[in-house]
């Protein structure tokens, strides 16, 4: 699906205006205590719990603000990046879990920039809406022609769709000005509020369906289009919430791109630029620890502690960053000794399978008539309880071998299919004519969103701080970015005391005047 060219070329100049904004103020953090009312000494000693895109841009801020002294220590179960992986197939790596990035996702952009990666531009596939019985919809190669069909079908639902992302797009941008100027927010929907004001807040609490049908949209239109975009990206319907909806349809946007050699290596790079230590451990608690000091004062630290494959160990810390779903005991974390105790979180993960097909589609299945001819390399899916995945699409390597692209017969590709459940050596052969070779990976891919929702806190105790709040808004990779960074600039403010940069009302209206 693509956009209009003038869009595109809009959103391209509004991001060259923004990354401007961010360069020019970020030299302005050095230094700057002096001008708190709490003059202190640095922490010690900084722990982050889990080393996926939340963990380490978490490192990558957090070592910005409070300089190279601090020891900031990372705790990784698994492996680095976490629901940033690929699978092997047939010798090659394909993206498994978070695959694409939006050319709005200033974090996910300066990153790669800042470690000298490469992109890779995703590349422009034919889609075809599939509702169990037969294609709604198909995207042909000719441009014109696309949009005559979706002014026939839809009247004019696409093009202000497309506007109706863009105004979003556009206050959500606003997050990467108050960051620049050190702004932070202590819950998720204050963040929201100084964003997008009441209308953001709002979003959490109705589903897409509901708000896209009261901005007039037709149900025909959100049948068809929205709800197959929140089956691919969130493997749910259109009740999911109105601003994961919108970051979700977004996602049909062009431009998108991916990091070549697999998303993950962001998280390797953030993890060795930030100079966090990296330990290899599962943390099973976290106890707040109150220790008498040389002045007859107490102070307080919280000890962690893991298991790694050498026994159990612990540490002291003043400050924790958790980078990981604490839902349902996802991440086996006990919190002993809080007072008040630490709240728990009861959101289900959705289970997403995302399997990996070496083979040739079998287009009758599709109620294809003539199979030669079958040119989509991209199929998404209606709700219809009968259908048993959620889409399938044609991908190429993280990484391109030699100087060419791979040759790859239009009949015998690599196809990513996401599934609610496993698929079964029958489902393998109705959606394919022949296959060789099939991987899968199993996910707890991103909360099931049922709207209202009520975000966790983003202080989850005095100095504790939960990354992963954000989610409940919204899951992607640049949502945990921000989150990141928001928390390190909590974290910096309530160390020293800066109250002036936190929560502040109608960030917009004052930082207008400022450069
Ligand atoms: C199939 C799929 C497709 C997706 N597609 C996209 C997409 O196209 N674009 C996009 O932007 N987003 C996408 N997402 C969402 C995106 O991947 C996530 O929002 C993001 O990666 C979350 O990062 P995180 O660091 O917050 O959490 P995670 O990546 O889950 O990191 C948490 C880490 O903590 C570790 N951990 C947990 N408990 C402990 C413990 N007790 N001790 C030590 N370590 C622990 C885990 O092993 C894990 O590595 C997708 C997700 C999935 C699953
Ligand atoms: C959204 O719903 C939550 C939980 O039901 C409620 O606490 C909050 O006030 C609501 N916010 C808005 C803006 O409606
Ligand atoms: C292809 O799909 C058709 C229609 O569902 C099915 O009858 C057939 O068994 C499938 N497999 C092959 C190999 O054609
Ligand atoms: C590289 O490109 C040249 C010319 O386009 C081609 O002849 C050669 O086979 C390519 N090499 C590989 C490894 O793809």
Redo the contacts with the bound molecule.
């Keep these: 699906m693509s956009r209009t060219a003038a869009l595109s070329l809009c959103s391209f100049l509004l991001c060259s205006l923004w990354i401007g904004t961010q360069w020019g103020s970020t030299s302005k953090a050095r230094g700057e205590e002096e001008g708190g009312q709490q003059l202190r000494y640095p922490p010690n000693k900084i722990a982050i719990?889990?080393?996926?895109?939340?963990?380490?841009s978490a490192a990558f801020f957090l070592r910005q603000k409070f300089g190279r002294d601090v020891q900031i220590d990372i705790?990784?179960?698994?492996?680095?990046?976490?629901?940033?992986a690929t699978v092997n197939l047939e010798g090659l790596e394909y993206e498994?879990?978070?695959?694409?990035?939006?050319p709005l996702?200033l974090h996910m952009k300066n990153f790669v920039k800042d470690l000298g990666l490469s992109v890779c531009q995703s590349q422009t596939s034919l889609t075809g809406i599939y509702n169990g019985e037969e294609f709604v919809f198909e995207e042909s190669e000719w441009f014109i022609i696309n949009i005559i069909k979706l002014i026939w079908k839809y009247g004019f639902n696409f093009l202000r769709m497309y506007m109706w992302v863009e105004d979003i797009m556009d206050k959500f941008m606003r997050i990467y000005r108050y960051q620049s100027f050190e702004y932070s927010f202590s819950t998720v929907e204050s963040l929201l509020h100084a964003i997008g004001g009441n209308d953001f807040t709002h979003k959490i609490n109705c589903t897409i369906d509901e708000i896209m049908q009261r901005a007039g949209f037709s149900q025909k239109f959100i049948h068809e289009i929205v709800t197959p975009a929140m089956r691919v990206?969130y493997g749910q319907n259109a009740k999911i919430n109105g601003f994961v909806g919108a970051v979700s349809l977004a996602?049909t946007d062009s431009g998108l791109w991916a990091v070549e050699g697999g998303n993950k290596r962001v998280?390797s790079g953030l993890l060795y630029s930030s100079k966090a230590q990296f330990i290899l451990?599962?943390?099973?608690s976290i106890e707040e620890k109150t220790r008498p000091r040389r002045t007859g004062s107490t102070l307080k630290l919280f000890e962690v502690s893991?298991q790694t494959a050498s026994g159990t160990l612990s540490n002291l810390y003043d400050i924790i960053v958790i980078?990981?779903?604490l839902d349902n005991g996802?991440?086996?974390?006990n919190f002993l000794n809080f007072n008040p105790p630490i709240e728990t979180f009861h959101k289900h993960y959705q289970h997403?399978v995302?399997t990996f097909i070496h083979g040739c589609i079998n287009a009758s299945f599709f109620g294809w008539q003539e199979p030669p001819a079958f040119s989509l390399s991209g199929i998404l899916t209606t709700e219809n309880s009968k259908l048993f995945v959620n889409s399938i699409g044609a991908v190429s390597p993280v990484k391109v071998e030699g100087n060419g692209t791979v040759e790859q017969a239009a009949s015998h590709r690599i196809w990513k299919v996401?599934s609610p459940k496993s698929l079964t050596e029958e489902q393998l052969r109705l959606l394919f004519v022949s296959y060789d070779s099939v991987s899968e990976?199993k996910?707890?891919?991103?909360p099931q969103y049922n709207p209202p929702e009520k975000c966790p806190p983003i202080i989850l105790h005095d100095r504790m701080y939960y990354?992963?709040a954000i989610?409940r808004a919204a899951?992607?990779?640049?949502?945990?970015a921000i989150?990141a960074k928001n928390v390190a600039l909590l974290a910096h403010h309530h160390w020293y005391g800066k109250v002036d940069r936190i929560d502040q009302e109608d960030l917009h209206e004052k930082l207008k005047s400022e450069l």
């Design positions: 719990i889990g080393a996926g895109i939340g963990g380490t705790f990784e179960r698994g492996e680095v990046g976490g629901r940033l498994a879990g978070g695959s694409i990035i939006h996702n990206n996602g998280c451990g599962t943390v099973f893991y980078a990981t779903p996802m991440s086996g974390i997403i995302s996401f990976r996910w707890l891919a991103y990354i992963n989610e899951s992607a990779m640049e949502m945990s989150a």
